[in-house]
C-alpha cells in the first residue's frame, strides 16, 4: 500500500521551538584557570568553616554510664515479688566548670537497634486519635491474651525509655537541691501537633475505654504524667521522642530541660552533683546520662568541623596536583606554538 504524501506530512511535529528542539540552551565552557581558581576557592572556604566550627566545639559536657552502677537495682526489680517496688541508686559527680545557658539532660543507649521494621511497624490511625482499636500494623504487640487491642500498639512503643532521672545539687554535706528540670516542650512542633493526636474527647480516660496498656507499662497511656494533664496520653513529651526512631544503635534522645530558676538562672553552676536514677529493665547494652549545652554551631560535636575540614583540604590537595600539570601543558604548548 503506498503512503500518500499527506499522510507523511500529518505525522510531522508542530513546527514550535520545543517540538522543533529550537530552544536556547547553555554549555558550560570550562577552562583551565577558572576550574583551579574555583577548586582554591572552596577548599579555602571549607578549610576555614572547619577550622571555626572545630574551635568552637567547646561546649561543657558530662556523661555518665549508670549500667553497671545500677545493675543491682535492676535485678532486683526483676523479681515478681519486686517489680512493684522502686528502687534508685545515687550517682554524685563534680561539676569542674560553669554550664552557661540552656542545659538538656539526655538518656543515651548503646546496643540498642530501633531500625528494624518489624519494630517501629506502629498504626498511624491510632496515634492521630482517628482509631485507637486500629491495630493491624503492630505485630505482635496488637493485642492482650484476652483479645482487648494495645494502646499505644506496636514494639516501639511497648519498649519505651521509663527509667527516672532525678538532679539534685549540693550545697554542702546536709543541704541538697533538687534541679527544677522541664518535662514539656522537648519535642518537634510537627510530632506534637500533626502527627500525634489524642482522641477528641472531655475525658481522657474514658476515649482509651476498652483497650489496655502495653505489657512493658506500669500505667495506661492516659495516666502517665500526674502532675500535667496535658501531657498524657499520646502527645505526652516523652513518648513523642522516644517514638522518633533511631537509626544507629548508639544514640542519645532528649529527657529534659533545665527550668532557669532560683540558683540556675544562669544554667548550672560548677560544684557537686547527683544524679537519682530509677533504673527499671536491663538489656544486652548500656545506659548513660548525658549534661550538654548548645552551641551556635549545635550540639558542640567535632563531626561538622571535620567533614568540613577534610573537604576542603582535598580540595587544596586536587588544586596543587593540577597546578603542575596545567604549567607544564601550557608550557609544552606554547613551546610548540614558537616553533
Excluded at 522516644?242 to 527550668?259: N, V
Excluded at 561538622?304 to 582535598?314: E, I, K, P, Q
Aim: glycine share 6%.
Amino acid at each position: 500500500m503506498e503512503m500518500r504524501p499527506q499522510d507523511g506530512l500529518s505525522r510531522l511535529p508542530d513546527n514550535t521551538a520545543v517540538k522543533q528542539q529550537q530552544l536556547p540552551a547553555c554549555r558550560l565552557h570550562l577552562w583551565v584557570p577558572g576550574v583551579l581558581s574555583a577548586f582554591f576557592a572552596v577548599g579555602l572556604v571549607c578549610l576555614g568553616l572547619g577550622i571555626i566550627l572545630i574551635l568552637s566545639a567547646k561546649n561543657v559536657k558530662v556523661e555518665i554510664n549508670y549500667t553497671k552502677i545500677c545493675a543491682n537495682y535492676a535485678e532486683l526489680r526483676e523479681n515478681a515479688s519486686n517489680f512493684d517496688k522502686e528502687r534508685s541508686c545515687t550517682i554524685h559527680f563534680c561539676l569542674s566548670e560553669k554550664m552557661q545557658g540552656n542545659v538538656y539532660m539526655y538518656y543515651k543507649l548503646y546496643g540498642f537497634y530501633q531500625n528494624l521494621p518489624r519494630y517501629t511497624s506502629r498504626s498511624d490511625s491510632q496515634l492521630l486519635g482517628k482509631d485507637i482499636r486500629d491495630v493491624k500494623n503492630c505485630s505482635p504487640f496488637e493485642k492482650s491474651h484476652s483479645g482487648t487491642p494495645i494502646t499505644p500498639c506496636s514494639a516501639v512503643a511497648n519498649s519505651m525509655f521509663n527509667d527516672t532521672i532525678i538532679l539534685s545539687y549540693n550545697l554542702n554535706s546536709s543541704i541538697h537541691i533538687q534541679v527544677s528540670m522541664l518535662r514539656s516542650g522537648i519535642t518537634w512542633w510537627t510530632d506534637k501537633y500533626v502527627k500525634f493526636k489524642n482522641p477528641t474527647s472531655s475525658n481522657l480516660s474514658s476515649a482509651f475505654a476498652g483497650t489496655t496498656k502495653p505489657p512493658g507499662w506500669p500505667k495506661p497511656v492516659y495516666d502517665l504524667d500526674e502532675e500535667d494533664p496535658g501531657n498524657n496520653g499520646f502527645v505526652k513529651d516523652d513518648f513523642i521522642v522516644w517514638m522518633r526512631a533511631a537509626a544507629f544503635p548508639t544514640f542519645k534522645k532528649l529527657y529534659r530541660c533545665l527550668s532557669q530558676i532560683q540558683y540556675f538562672i544562669e544554667g548550672l553552676p560548677a560544684g557537686n552533683y547527683s544524679f537519682h536514677i530509677t533504673y527499671i529493665t536491663r538489656f544486652q547494652g548500656k545506659k548513660a546520662v548525658v549534661l550538654s549545652t548548645l552551641m551556635w554551631s549545635g550540639g558542640g560535636g567535632l563531626f561538622l568541623g571535620l567533614a568540613y575540614s577534610v573537604t576542603g583540604a582535598l580540595k587544596w590537595l586536587a588544586f596543587f596536583l593540577m597546578m603542575p600539570v596545567h604549567l607544564r601543558m601550557n608550557k609544552r604548548k606554547t613551546f610548540f606554538l614558537q616553533q
